[in-house]
């Protein structure tokens, strides 16, 4: 439950809390946004904000909920945190903002609270990540695409940095004994540049629509398990097992046709991806922990019908290379993710 108020014209106050059954532990935010001109002042503090490892979100809330309820299937690998997080934004000319953030906060690994599903099927294992005390911050320049235009583009370029002060110092990285007491105490300092474009085009009298979105992005320093790229099925590679890929730099491009069929209820799709994860000495040790490897070049095609003003998506994929498998994908169109 939540609910915001504003004591000021330029002030904004916003509280969130709630009891999360399967995990049993409270959960809740308060956040504070005050406008300055053009910018956007926020500072939030939260505590067992759930958190997803990973290229994503790849689901939406209620679609999560129920494959997870009645099919054992689950598209987050989650962790907590509890912090503080201060940031600014501003408006730019032409559709573009440009954003800072800093956080210091407590991340510590879920646990797998449901054995089965109402069919009985078992879940994902729920990995753990590396629980510590992360100081991080991120900057960023956002170009939003205009919305009504036959054709737009948008993108966004930024990088995370930070550093991770994990609890188990007294053993070493893998887990193991210290061969040397130095060994015994260190952190996990890394810097993620990343970018993303998109492009639009609309055919008005056809009602048919191209989407393209191209993203990489790649890592230095040493990654603690929690910021590691991953990719495969629903959201990434469709056609894949779920996040079977991993590393510390990824690419991935994808597309979707799609034309109105017979409006409001059907809309036809075609859609398609290609994507590759490497890895280095950044993601090494982080990677072998988590038990996913790095992916050669990967695609997948696929096609589905849009229902009902294409608020719900049928896509049924078949990923090419090796793994490849056919995967039906059932989900809500993503500008309804936000409150779904």
């Known amino acids: 439950a939540g609910a915001s108020f504003r004591p000021a014209e330029s002030l904004r106050v916003g509280v969130r809390a709630g009891w999360a059954f399967g995990a049993g532990h409270p959960l809740g935010e308060l956040e504070v946004e005050r406008r300055a001109g053009t910018g956007l002042l926020s500072a939030s503090l939260y505590g067992?904000?759930?958190r997803d490892v990973?290229?994503?979100?790849v689901a939406s809330g209620v679609i999560n909920t129920l494959a997870g309820l009645t099919a054992g299937q689950d598209y987050r690998d989650l962790f907590y945190a509890s912090g503080v997080e201060l940031g600014t934004r501003d408006g730019l000319?032409?559709?573009r903002q440009m954003w800072v953030s800093g956080r210091v906060e407590a991340q510590r690994s879920a646990q797998l609270e449901v054995a089965s599903s109402l069919f009985g099927t078992g879940f994902?294992?729920?990995?753990p990540i590396d629980d510590g005390?992360?100081?991080g911050g991120a900057l960023g320049l956002r170009r939003e695409a205009p919305t009504g235009a036959a054709r737009s583009w948008g993108g966004e370029v930024g990088v995370s940095l930070g550093?991770?002060?994990p609890n188990d110092n007294g053993a070493s990285r893998d887990g193991g004994a210290c061969a040397e007491e130095a060994d015994c105490f260190y952190n996990y300092p890394f810097a993620k540049p990343r970018a993303e474009i998109t492009w639009t085009q609309h055919w008005v009298p056809r009602d048919a629509t191209l989407e393209l979105r191209g993203a990489a992005g790649w890592a230095f320093?040493?990654?603690?398990?929690?910021e590691l790229y991953l990719l495969g099925g629903r959201g990434t590679l469709p056609g894949y097992r779920f996040r079977a890929f991993g590393g510390d730099r990824f690419g991935l491009a994808q597309g979707v046709f799609s034309q109105e069929l017979a409006r409001p209820w059907v809309r036809g799709r075609l859609l398609g991806s290609l994507g590759a994860t490497g890895a280095g000495a950044p993601g090494e040790r982080s990677l072998e922990l988590w038990g996913a490897g790095p992916a050669g070049l990967r695609a997948s095609v696929g096609a589905g019908l849009g229902i009902f003003y294409d608020i719900?998506?049928?896509?049924?994929a078949r990923g090419l290379g090796s793994g490849g498998r056919w995967e039906l994908i059932i989900e809500t169109r993503p500008s309804f993710w936000n409150f779904l």
């Open 48 to 50: 067992n904000q759930p």
């Open 54 to 57: 990973g290229v994503g979100p």
């Open 93 to 95: 000319t032409g559709g």
């Open 124 to 127: 994902r294992e729920v990995r």
């Open 133 to 135: 005390t992360m100081i």
């Open 163 to 165: 550093f991770l002060l």
């Open 221 to 226: 320093g040493e990654l603690p398990r929690q």
């Open 312 to 316: 719900l998506r049928v896509d049924l």
